[in-house]
Structures are given as structure tokens and as C-alpha cells.
């Protein structure tokens, strides 16, 4: 499920809107992740939230519940923490270097630090899915 996904049929809106987000920022990050998965061939996903204590750990545990986790890349953040993990598949791994996904972590880091949550995000898909290229 993408950022984007709306719950239908509840006469609710979704819980997603009682996020960090606006329905545009919303918007943009599910088209940035739409692009990725489409430019790259490998599954891309975002968790917005808290992360349990080890944070590594627990976004690992994330990204293996993923439906495609050897072909996934899983941005994990935690803002109220002030965290960021990156995860990748092991397919996804060869495309996407921890060194590279290192260098877009860092990116997304000082767009956030400048308080551009969705910014961030939707530079970093952009940047990861840069580096993995064309299937």
C-alpha cells in the first residue's frame, strides 16, 4: 500500500490524513513513489511513524512484512525520534548500494532538518530510484 491508498466505503476519511501531511504532500509522495516503482522495477515504500527501540531492527522487521521484500527499498522515519532508516532488499541491494543509500539518507536528513518532511521523502525516492536506474 502507498502513502496515497484511501479506505473506501467507511463514510470516514482515512487515518492517513491525521498525519504529518496535507492531502497535497500526500499526493506528490505517492506519485514520487508511483515513478520510482515504475523507473526502477523494484518496489519502493514509505513508513511515516514511530520505530521501537532498536530502530534498525524494527525497520528491518517493516521491510520484511513488504510483499516483495528482496525486490523492496523501505524509507522508514521517525520524526518525532529524529530518525531515518533506509532498507534494502537483497535483489534491490545490487541495484542500490548501502553507500548510495546512504548518500540520499543524508540528503532527505537536511531537507527535514529544514522542517520539509514530504520534501525530503520525495527527493530521496527520487535519488534511490536515480541510483538502482532502469530493470
Avoid: W
Avoid at 504532500?25 to 527501540?53: C, K, M, N, P
Amino acid at each position: 500500500m502507498t502513502v496515497g491508498d484511501m479506505q473506501t466505503g467507511t463514510g470516514n476519511p482515512p487515518d492517513v490524513l491525521d498525519g504529518p501531511f496535507s492531502t497535497r504532500q500526500l499526493l506528490r509522495i505517492d506519485e514520487a513513489l508511483r515513478l520510482a516503482d515504475q523507473g526502477t522495477g523494484l518496489v519502493f515504500s514509505v513508513y511515516v511513524g514511530g520505530l521501537d527501540e532498536p530502530v534498525r531492527e524494527h525497520a528491518e522487521r517493516l521491510h520484511r512484512q513488504l510483499a516483495e521484500p528482496d525486490r523492496s527499498v523501505l524509507i522508514a522515519v521517525s520524526p518525532n525520534q529524529r530518525q531515518l532508516e533506509v532498507v534494502t532488499g537483497r535483489h534491490a541491494r545490487k541495484r542500490i548500494p548501502d553507500t548510495y543509500a546512504r548518500l540520499a539518507a543524508l540528503s532527505m536528513v537536511a531537507a527535514f532538518g529544514g522542517g520539509d518532511l514530504a520534501g525530503g521523502i520525495i527527493n530521496g525516492l527520487d535519488q534511490l530510484a536515480s541510483h538502482a536506474g532502469r530493470a
